[in-house]
């Protein structure tokens, strides 16, 4: 089984810069694709960010530009480095693994990203 725990929320000004990370642990078999959703209050869940098991990279265009998913197999973490933050990026953030052996999708439990004006 798998576990993903997300860190590194918090509350940041407009303008700011946040980095958050998704350690995964328990059995991990590759490959796996790693990938960063949203959801703000009484908005359904979006995806935001994702990287393959060969490192290729896709952003909703919303953060594209500002937003940068990469990922550390070494320590089977993914992170999400938000620059330039928006008032409407204030979410619950959510990573996602999907395990190619196990044809399975693992979610961590979220952590918040607030953004003042």
């Known amino acids: 089984q798998v576990q993903l725990v997300e860190s590194g929320g918090g509350l940041v000004q407009a303008g700011g810069s946040l980095r958050l990370s998704c350690a995964a642990s328990?059995?991990?078999?590759?490959?796996?694709?790693m990938r960063w959703y949203r959801q703000a209050p009484g908005k359904q869940r979006e995806w935001v960010a994702g990287?393959?098991?060969?490192?290729?990279?896709n952003y909703a265009d919303s953060v594209k530009g500002r937003f940068t998913i990469s990922r550390e197999d070494a320590k089977n973490t993914v992170y999400l480095q938000m620059s330039s933050l928006k008032p409407e990026d204030t979410a619950v953030y959510y990573c996602?693994?999907?395990?190619?052996?196990?044809?399975?999708?693992?979610w961590g439990q979220g952590t918040q990203v607030t953004v003042s004006s």
């Open positions: 996602n693994m999907y395990n190619a052996y196990k044809e399975t999708n693992y």
């Open positions: 990287i393959g098991s060969g490192g290729i990279t």
């Open positions: 328990g059995s991990i078999i590759g490959p796996n694709a």
